[in-house]
Structures are given as structure tokens and as C-alpha cells.
């Protein structure tokens, strides 16, 4: 399929995960591609991935600042956006009594306020019926412990993805949200769990999954494609759960 020729697509943190899963997957399609990520050699190596359509720029997700210039930077290559996936976050556990003030500030500063300006930044590149795809998480429903900050986090976007909608409807823009359940990626590798506690962990979660195992980074990006495609343009507002029946059975 081709349905993303003469398409630019911007995917944050599109240098490992499901950002690199669901990058490929627009390539395949034909999008050219931006992707960002704060890691210089992840984003090398996902560039040479992906090929000569990529632009690949270090950027920091939760900085402010850092998303008013990577706008400005597209702006001024003339590039305007025709799909953005708002990916880039992370993942911290700890129980109630764990919580600092600093892992707060860190999910909350990338998962909610760089989501969110980064959104308001990319406006005025956006073009008429562009859609923005946020990554968020079943965590948001269903109530696992030591996730409330994570978790709280999440379920900011998912009502990101109804008001925006409802303030961006007139120019055509959608605004939806997939939230993926245990996903195979580097990101379980970094939820401040002790090594020796993480294998337990993963067995433990999978065991709640009906279908018995973690889903695939790929899995993920078909969703998020279809979000973004035009076969989708009647879904606004929306959360697409693509969780092995996680929450659902």
C-alpha cells in the first residue's frame, strides 16, 4: 500500500519501540518521514533503517523550548506535516510512598506538557485534514499499582485526544489516541525496577493478558496507521485499546 505517498509524517521518539515500529510502517507506505528522539546514535541507526526519505533530529520531548524549535526547524524547510504520531515518554513506577517530587516532574514534563506544546508548536505546520496520533496506555484504566503517576499521565492524553479534537474539528484535524497494553520494547527495560525484579514482573503482567503473551511494537503501528490514514476519517475523539484484552476481558 502506498496511501502515505507525497504524505510527511512526524513520528517522536521514532528512534526505538513502537516510534521505530510505526515508522517503518509509514515508509512502507510511502510518507516521508521526520523523526525525533533525544539519543543521537538510536536516531543514526533508525535513519539508516528507514533511508534517504528521513529526516532524523535530536530533540527533547519534555523541553519546551526544544518544541518551538523543532517546529521552527520544519517551518523553515518549507515542510509541512500531514500526520503526527506525539510518541516520546516515559515509563517510572514506584508505590505511593516512592514518589518524588523529580519522578513526577519527568513523566508529567515529557508525557503531558511536551505532549501538549509540541502539539501547540506544530500547529501552524499542519496541514488541512492532518491527524495526531497520542500514545497512551491501558494503564490509564486499569488501576495497576505502583503506575499512578505513570498512569495519571496517560489519561491526560486520552482526554487530550477529545477536547483538541473538539478545538480542531473545523480545520479538518483529528486528534485520537491508541493506547497499547505490555508491548515488547526497550521501555520495560526502563521503569526504575530493580534488574532482578523485572523478569518476575513481565511474567506477572503477561499473565493477566487473555491472549497469553506481549504484543509487537508492529501491532501497535498498524493501529496507529490506520488512525492516520484516510480510511479513518470518521474516527475523531477517540481511544483505539490495542491491548491483547488486557482491560477488557
Known amino acids: 500500500m502506498t496511501q ?3 504524505k510527511t509524517v512526524l513520528v517522536t521518539g521514532g ?8 515508522a517503518v ?17 538510536t ?12 529526516i532524523a533530529l ?3 520531548a519534555g523541553d519546551l523550548a526544544a518544541a518551538k524549535a523543532l517546529a521552527a526547524h520544519l517551518s523553515a524547510q518549507n515542510i509541512r506535516l500531514d500526520a503526527v504520531f506525539i510518541n516520546a515518554g516515559v515509563a517510572k513506577f514506584a508505590p505511593l510512598e516512592g514518589v518524588d517530587e523529580d519522578l513526577w516532574d519527568q ?10 506544546f509540541t502539539i501547540q508548536a506544530l500547529l501552524p505546520i499542519l496541514n488541512e485534514g492532518a491527524a495526531i496520533i497520542l500514545n497512551g496506555s491501558i494503564n490509564a484504566h486499569i ?8 498512569a495519571a499521565s496517560k ?18 484535524i483529528r486528534v485520537n489516541v491508541v493506547s497499547p497494553g505490555p508491548v515488547s520494547t526497550p521501555l520495560y527495560g526502563k521503569l526504575g525496577v530493580p534488574a532482578e525484579q523485572l523478569n518476575e514482573l513481565a511474567a506477572q503482567i503477561q499473565a493477566q493478558v487473555p491472549v497469553k503473551r506481549f504484543g509487537r511494537p508492529e501491532e501497535v503501528a498498524s493501529a496507529v496507521v490506520y488512525l492516520a490514514s484516510p480510511i479513518a476519517a470518521f474516527v475523531v475523539g477517540t481511544e483505539l485499546i490495542v491491548d491483547g484484552g488486557m482491560s477488557q476481558l
Open 58 to 60: 535530536q530533540n527533547d
Open 43 to 54: 536516531l543514526n541507526d533508525a535513519k539508516a533503517q528507514l533511508g534517504n526519505n528521513t
Open 155 to 172: 489519561a491526560a492524553l486520552i482526554s487530550f485526544a477529545k477536547t483538541l479534537s473538539a478545538e480542531l474539528v473545523g480545520r479538518g
Open 143 to 150: 488501576g495497576m499499582p505502583n503506575s499512578s503517576v505513570y
Open 107 to 116: 513523566t508529567f514534563n515529557v508525557n503531558v506538557k511536551g505532549a501538549y
Open 4 to 6: 502515505f505517498n507525497n
Open 25 to 41: 510502517e509509514f515508509a512502507q507506505q510511502g510518507a516521508r518521514l521526520v523523526i525525533t528522539g533525544r539519543d543521537q546514535a
Open 15 to 22: 528512534n526505538s519501540g513502537i516510534g521505530l515500529a510505526t
